[in-house]
């Protein structure tokens, strides 16, 4: 037995033909957004990401007839975030300076300007500078 022509025999074909091949057309760019999206994600996350497509397709036969319906849901991966490291203060208020650790004052008397890193930096390049000449 033969199958009628242009009868899906394979899931495939089915895939090809429901909603006019707008859904094949769908899924195939859902699929391409969710390739560039694992991209970047693993950019973040050591070069490792996940991400899913899950297609449903439903069938209902009435008189003879059988329809579909289709749909497909994209889990995309998670943008891994930045961590950052609080204390708890008496208060129960968040802080980012350890209440054990004792606070050092940079002085630098004379020469750091305005106190800025930069400023400091700029002034440590130059010494070296002068040293190595």
């Known amino acids: ?3 009628e022509r242009g009868a899906a025999t394979s ?7 429901v909603e006019d091949g707008q859904f094949n057309h769908d899924a195939g760019n859902a ?4 390739v560039a ?3 970047d994600a693993a950019m973040s996350k050591n070069g490792r990401s996940k991400g899913k497509i899950a297609i449903t397709i439903g069938f209902e036969l ?5 329809t579909t319906t289709t749909d497909f849901k994209v889990t995309k991966p998670r943008m891994a975030r930045a961590k950052s490291v609080f204390w708890a203060t008496p208060e129960n208020h968040l802080t980012r300076r350890n209440p054990r650790q004792q606070e050092m004052e940079l ?5 750091c300007g305005d106190g800025t890193t930069r400023e400091v930096r700029r002034i440590h390049e130059h010494q070296i500078e ?3 000449a």
């Open 107 to 111: 002085n630098c008397p004379g020469f």
């Open 31 to 34: 699929i391409q957004d969710l």
């Open 62 to 66: 009435e008189g003879g007839v059988i």
């Open 11 to 17: 899931f495939s074909q089915l895939v090809a033909q």
């Open 1 to 3: 037995m033969s199958a």
């Open 130 to 132: 002068a040293f190595s």
């Open 37 to 39: 999206a694992m991209s």
